[in-house]
């Protein structure tokens, strides 16, 4: 059912800074509009993958 599934929205690119196109601000209200959090992520550095698994890991072991 749709309260037993679990989302998260990853924004890929965060080494590139410099290029983004979604503030901030934006994903915030993203956020708060829908309940669906967002990460930051860079699969060329690796920063905060690991950290995505581990949100949605941690929130499948809490609707168990």
């Known amino acids: 059912t749709g309260t037993n599934i679990c989302k998260l929205v990853l924004g890929n690119k965060a080494d590139l800074e410099k290029d983004r196109a979604v503030s901030e601000e934006e994903i915030k209200e993203f956020e708060n509009r829908t309940g669906i959090k967002i990460i930051e992520v860079s ?6 993958v690991d950290n995505a698994f581990k ?4 929130d499948l072991i809490q609707r168990k």
Not at 43 to 48: E, F, I, L, N, S
Not at 55 to 58: E, Y
């Open 55 to 58: 949100i949605v890991v941690s």
């Open 43 to 48: 699969a060329k550095t690796g920063t905060a």
